[in-house]
């Protein structure tokens, strides 16, 4: 029984002093943009260096990292996935899809560097998880979009589906880096939202569909616990179907409950899919403040 207690204590004590690097963060952001090219189906070096990187990079702190390999008109594309806690049970999914048009920096290389430091966050509790933690980094979210079913992010929802995998939900990291103190500097997919929120781009969203269950409610309890970042939770009654991504879309087609973070993309940053989505326009001690949010939450999430 003692020997039971001391060891919560160890483990509540590693989980409170764990951080994420804003220094960490920048680096992978720099890196998934430092490319001649964009890195999308156009220039598959590109696609595949960005893949390898990622892959990279959760090896080092998963004991299960792999590539979900699949085939679009002849040619290979890969998901890359690392899981982290007990094998056999149900899993949460935290995704981000890895490919760009511009040069990607908020959108959605943000989300990646997020999904990394998550990584090497949860090495350190991997033996204490509940159930399991897939991160996953997709590709063909951005340039695949024209043929939802050629996304990766429909690839990984299918391949779940198929498996009859238990899933508790999915938490997906879409452009999350970039924000603003200045007036006028926020629009919404409905107006009046204004009225309510004002129009500074200084918060981070959290946007969820009506009927899909309690995940999303629950993991945003839990975010306002753990939270240092002005957050604003959006369920309306008329869909959101710009922030509905196609990645969000494959995961609710499959009945599979999504809980969208996001800065709310074109809806605050200008530079979205041009080469002025760069490295220095992201606020990297937000991202750092997230991390630290969704890993605190995710940690202690009961069904
Ligand atoms: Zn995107």
Known sequence: MRALLLMNLFFLCKQSFSQSDSILLKRHVDYL????????????????????????????????????RYEIS???????????????????????HYDAKGMGADDNASGIAALLELARLLQAVDSNLAYRIDLVAWSGGETASDKPRNMGSYKHALSLHDASVPVVGVLQLESIGYYSDSIRSQRYPLFFYRDFHGSKGNFTALYERLGMGVFGGMMKSLFKQYSKVHLLSFKPLIRFKKFETNDFRSFVRFEYPVLLITDTGKFRNKNLHTTFDSPDRLNYHRIMQLVDMIFQSVIRFRE
């Open 74 to 96: 002849g040619q290979v594309y890969r998901n890359v996935l690392a899981s982290f806690g007990p094998p056999r049970s149900r899993r949460l999914i935290i995704g981000a």
């Open 33 to 68: 943009c430092h490319f001649a090219e964009e890195r999308n189906a156009s220039s598959i070096e590109i696609l595949n260096d960005a893949a390898q990187y990622i892959h990279d990079a959760f090896e080092q702190y998963a004991t299960s990292t792999f590539y979900q």
